[in-house]
C-alpha cells in the first residue's frame, strides 16, 4: 500500500480542438499524479460511471494500524479498500462474481500494485464475500457516490453517501495518454482525429510540471466505451482507461 506522503493539490484545463478551456477543480492531496515503481498514475476526478472488473485481493494485520494514503489508520475491522485512482471516500459496491456475495466499501487507500490486480480490501470486506481463505477472487467494482462521513466498523448505509447519477449513460472517453510535451500529445490526438474520432485534451498542473492528457470520445453508453478500451488495450495502449463526463 501507498503511505501518505504529503501530496499538494494540482488542478486541470479541459480543452477541444473547436471549443474553449473548460477549468476543472481537484480535490486536495490524493488527486495529484503519483509514481510506483517507474509508472506514474492518474487519480480520477470524480468516479461517475465507474465500473471495473478483475482480481481483488485483502490485506490484514501487517498493516494495521498504518498510515492509509490519505492519512488515516488503517483498520482492519472496517470496511475499506486501497484503488490506484479512484478518489478517495468514493463508496462502491463490490461484488464477489464467484460467489455472488457483495459488500460496499470506502476507498481510503491506493493499491494494489501488483500487476494484473484492481483493489485491496480490508479484512472484514474480505471475510464479507468469503474471500479470506482462497486470498483473492474476481470481483466487479461499482461506484455508487461520495461517503458523507468516514464509517467505522458498521456497514456503511444509503444515508452516508451521495449518489451519482445513472453511471451507464452520458459521455465516455477513453484517456490513452499523459504527456509532459504538449506537443506529443497533440500528435497523439491527431492520430484519432483522423479516424474521426472527437478528442479532448486536458492539461493537469502541478507545482513542477504540466500534463496534457488525451482522451478519445468512446460513445454514450459504459458497455460501448468498455469494447472501446479493450480494443485500445489490444492495439499498444495498455493503460487506457474509461473516464465519465
Given at each position: 500500500m501507498l503511505s501518505a506522503c504529503g501530496l499538494t493539490s494540482g488542478n486541470s484545463q479541459t480543452t477541444s480542438p473547436t471549443g474553449q478551456g473548460k477549468?476543472?477543480?481537484?480535490?486536495?492531496?490524493?488527486?495529484?499524479?503519483?509514481?510506483?515503481?517507474?509508472?506514474?498514475?492518474?487519480?480520477l476526478p470524480h468516479a461517475a460511471g465507474f465500473i471495473e472488473t478483475g482480481p481483488a485481493t485483502w490485506y490484514g494485520p501487517d498493516f494495521h494500524g498504518k498510515s492509509t494514503s490519505n492519512g488515516e489508520s488503517y483498520?482492519?475491522?472496517?470496511?475499506?479498500?486501497?484503488?490506484?485512482?479512484?478518489?478517495?471516500?468514493?463508496?462502491?459496491?463490490?461484488r464477489n462474481l464467484d460467489n455472488g456475495r457483495e459488500t460496499v466499501v470506502r476507498i481510503n487507500d491506493r493499491g494494489p500494485f501488483a500487476k494484473g490486480r484492481i483493489l485491496d480490501l480490508s479484512r472484514t470486506a474480505a471475510e464479507d464475500l468469503s474471500l479470506l481463505r482462497p486470498g483473492s477472487a474476481r470481483v466487479e467494482v461499482v461506484a455508487l457516490g461520495e461517503s458523507s462521513k468516514t464509517p467505522s466498523q458498521e456497514?456503511?448505509?444509503?444515508?452516508?453517501?451521495?449518489?451519482?447519477p445513472d453511471f451507464k449513460k452520458g459521455e465516455f472517453y477513453v484517456q490513452v495518454g499523459s504527456f509532459i510535451r504538449k506537443d506529443n500529445a497533440m500528435?497523439?490526438?491527431?492520430?484519432f482525429a483522423r479516424q474521426q474520432r472527437p478528442v479532448m485534451l486536458q492539461e493537469f498542473i502541478t507545482d513542477k510540471a504540466t500534463y496534457t492528457r488525451v482522451q478519445v470520445?468512446?460513445?454514450d453508453t459504459l458497455p460501448a466505451a468498455r469494447v472501446f478500451e479493450r480494443q485500445l488495450e489490444a492495439n499498444g495502449y495498455p493503460d487506457a482507461f474509461v473516464i465519465a463526463r
Open positions: 477549468k476543472m477543480a481537484y480535490a486536495k492531496g490524493t488527486q495529484r499524479p503519483y509514481v510506483i515503481d517507474g509508472k506514474t498514475y492518474y487519480p483498520n482492519m475491522h472496517a470496511r475499506t479498500a486501497a484503488h490506484k485512482t479512484l478518489p478517495m471516500n468514493t463508496m462502491v459496491l463490490v456497514p456503511p448505509q444509503l444515508k452516508d453517501f451521495v449518489q451519482v500528435r497523439l490526438a491527431q492520430q470520445f468512446a460513445g
